[in-house]
């Protein structure tokens, strides 16, 4: 995802949990998975390792795609791979 900015919201829980503009870069760039949450707004997830000692845990932002550039809604990580991450088809 090229051409998108990143709302207030966003930049304060990103800063509030850890989160660096890198990182959310880093997913933008290239997600492990785009899933559709409702029309016009999408969750882009990766895997992650996180801490010591090591963990996997998912790192999702939230991207309204309906308007141009595309607005980053909120980005956070979370443990709970099953509820979110989809099985490849």
Do not use: C
């Not at 890198?22 to 933008?28: A, F, P």
Request: hydrophobic share 40%; net charge positive; aromatic share 6%.
């Amino acid at each position: 995802m090229p051409n998108y900015v990143v709302t207030e919201h966003a930049l304060f829980e990103m800063k509030r949990r850890g989160l660096s503009e890198e990182t959310l870069r880093q997913v933008l760039s290239s997600p492990d998975q785009r899933i559709d949450v409702r029309p016009g707004r999408v969750a882009l997830q990766s895997r992650v390792a996180v801490g010591v000692p090591v963990r996997l845990q998912l790192l999702r932002v939230v991207v309204d795609i309906d308007r141009e550039p595309a607005e980053v809604v909120t980005a956070y990580r979370t443990s709970k791979m099953l509820k979110y991450w989809r099985p490849e088809s």
